[in-house]
Nanobody, 127 residues
Framework: QLELVESGGALVQPGGYLRLSCTVS????????FGWFRQAPGKEREGVSC????????NYADSVKGRFSISRDDAKNTVSLHMNRLKPEDAGVYYC????????????????????WGQGTQVTVSS
């Protein structure tokens, strides 16, 4: 069973920085793509970024391009989301998810394509 545990959510001021981490256990990570998703109150869950472990392919939603970056740490089995210049509209519960047997090309940002999910971590952007 693949287990994903998110951490790092916090209250941050607009324009600030926050790093979220997803610690993964249970399987060899090279066979997976990992994604970050978020859900604001009353809105659907949406894809933010993803990374394919074996070749470091990354992808970003247009709303976060140039502000967010995704990275991996092989030694710690973690996937991190670095969020710069945060805006109030970035607030929500952020989830980490995994997709097994990833296809070539850009990693996907569709919610339905990911099978395993973490429990989420809350990000609040407010002054």
């Amino acid at each position: 069973q693949l287990e994903l545990v998110e951490s790092g959510g916090a209250l941050v001021q607009p324009g600030g920085y926050l790093r979220l981490s997803c610690t993964v256990s249970g399987y060899s990570l090279e066979y997976f793509t990992f994604g970050w998703f978020r859900q604001a109150p009353g809105k659907e869950r949406e894809g933010v970024s993803c990374i394919r472990w074996r070749d470091y392919m990354t992808n970003y939603a247009d709303s976060v391009k140039g502000r967010f970056s995704i990275s991996r740490d092989d030694a710690k089995n973690t996937v991190s989301l670095h969020m710069n210049r945060l805006k109030p509209e970035d607030a929500g519960v952020y989830y980490c998810a995994a997709l097994g047997s990833p296809a070539p090309g850009l990693c996907p940002l569709g919610v339905g394509q990911y099978r395993d999910w973490g429990q989420g971590t809350q990000v609040t952007v407010s002054s």
